[in-house]
């Protein structure tokens, strides 16, 4: 990921604390949508239109500071039944790399995407989520040829005798994964923007000057561990009720990242308060949102 603005930084030491807040952070509101979510990454469903935009744009360890060129945006939304995440990407020249390897349940397998190998890093965005709780948490990482990433997080604190066998009081479940709720499957896609001329942009070319992409990210809310006492069970034995979940009014934590290819900054994140260190470890520092109608 390549901007002209940006200047050059040295890479963000990953194991520096993170202090905590006097208070968390205001919550913002994501909105309801009552019309369906075509889920092709290109963001022209009325529930965009209506999302507040989050610009994801400060530099990891300089709190507050904005990159010069805006980066990244992220916008949320909610039905009964998934969490919606859409984002568009900035980017004049996109560098990507797959694993190779499928994840996911049956019906509904996925590709992985590569951080960085040796030296290079790869561009993507991440999302981390949480329904408040501190220590178990999704991580997930998607990229412009639509591969997808997703981890389980547990954070130990130094005093429980599990952080004595892991580093940096974390241990990444790699080979979890977010489940589908019945009939209700996780999805995502990329819409790659066009360039100057007209033809789509390009991913792994270096031979022209691209300008992005925007995607969707659909999680349905089972999968990513909404309260079980928030859906909707039949009383009736042999009786299936279709999995609507009743969020409105809950609050989930969202933190937005996006990773850059070229090294002369490598996050930015949607974070106004974070000072650096594993974001992992920055939780408190998390925006919070309210889920409303």
Same mark, same amino acid.
């Given at each position: 990921?390549?901007?002209?603005?940006?200047?050059?930084?040295?890479?963000?030491?990953?194991?520096?604390?993170?202090?905590?807040?006097?208070?968390?952070?205001?919550?913002?509101?994501?909105?309801?949508?009552?019309?369906?979510?075509?889920?092709?990454?290109?963001?022209?469903?009325?529930?965009?239109?209506?999302?507040?935009?989050?610009?994801?744009?400060?530099?990891?360890?300089?709190?507050?500071?904005?990159?010069?060129? /805006?980066?990244?945006?992220?916008?949320?939304?909610?039905?009964?039944?998934?969490?919606?995440?859409?984002?568009?990407?900035?980017?004049?020249? /996109?560098?990507?790399?797959?694993?190779?390897?499928?994840?996911?349940?049956?019906?509904? &397998?996925?590709?992985?995407?590569?951080?960085? &190998?040796?030296?290079? /890093?790869?561009?993507?965005?991440?999302? =981390?989520?949480? =329904?408040?709780?501190?220590?178990? =948490?999704?991580?997930?990482?998607?990229?412009?040829?639509?591969?997808?990433?997703?981890?389980?997080?547990?954070?130990?604190?130094?005093?429980?005798?599990?952080?004595?066998?892991?580093?940096?009081?974390?241990?990444?479940?790699?080979?979890?994964?977010?489940?589908?709720?019945?009939?209700?499957?996780?999805?995502?896609?990329?819409?790659?923007?066009?360039?100057?001329?007209?033809?789509?942009?390009?991913?792994?070319?270096?031979?022209?000057?691209?300008?992005?992409?925007?995607?969707?990210?659909?999680?349905?809310?089972?999968?990513?561990?909404?309260?079980?006492?928030?859906?909707?069970?039949?009383?009736?034995?042999?009786?299936?009720?279709?999995?609507?979940?009743?969020?409105?009014?809950?609050?989930?934590? /969202?933190?937005?990242?996006?990773? =850059?290819?070229?090294?002369?900054? &490598?996050?930015?994140?949607?974070?106004?308060?974070?000072?650096?260190?594993?974001?992992?470890?920055?939780?408190?520092?998390?925006?919070?949102?309210?889920?409303?109608?």
């Amino acid at each position: 990921m390549k901007h002209a603005a940006l200047v050059a930084v040295a890479l963000i030491p990953l194991l520096a604390p993170a202090d905590e807040p006097a208070a968390p952070p205001a919550p913002g509101r994501i909105y309801k949508t009552h019309t369906p979510v075509v889920v092709d990454g290109r963001l022209d469903e009325p529930c965009w239109q209506r999302a507040e935009s989050i610009p994801v744009h400060f530099i990891m360890g300089k709190t507050g500071e904005p990159a010069p060129d /805006l980066p990244m945006t992220a916008r949320y939304a909610w039905d009964s039944y998934y969490l919606y995440i859409g984002y568009e990407v900035m980017d004049d020249n /996109l560098s990507v790399l797959g694993t190779g390897r499928q994840q996911g349940p049956d019906g509904n &397998r996925r590709e992985g995407l590569e951080l960085g &190998r040796g030296n290079q /890093l790869f561009d993507l965005a991440e999302f =981390f989520l949480s =329904f408040g709780d501190r220590h178990f =948490f999704w991580e997930i990482h998607h990229d412009a040829a639509n591969r997808f990433n997703d981890v389980w997080i547990n954070s130990f604190e130094p005093d429980w005798p599990a952080n004595r066998g892991v580093r940096w009081g974390l241990y990444f479940a790699s080979e979890e994964f977010i489940p589908d709720d019945p009939g209700k499957p996780l999805a995502m896609a990329v819409y790659l923007k066009p360039k100057a001329d007209g033809a789509p942009s390009t991913v792994n070319d270096d031979g022209d000057r691209d300008t992005g992409y925007t995607a969707e990210v659909r999680l349905p809310w089972g999968g990513i561990g909404a309260p079980l006492e928030l859906k909707t069970v039949s009383r009736i034995p042999f009786i299936q009720l279709d999995p609507a979940w009743k969020m409105e009014g809950q609050e989930v934590w /969202l933190l937005a990242v996006v990773q =850059f290819s070229d090294g002369r900054i &490598r996050y930015c994140h949607s974070s106004p308060t974070s000072p650096g260190g594993w974001f992992h470890k920055a939780i408190a520092h998390w925006p919070r949102y309210t889920l409303v109608d």
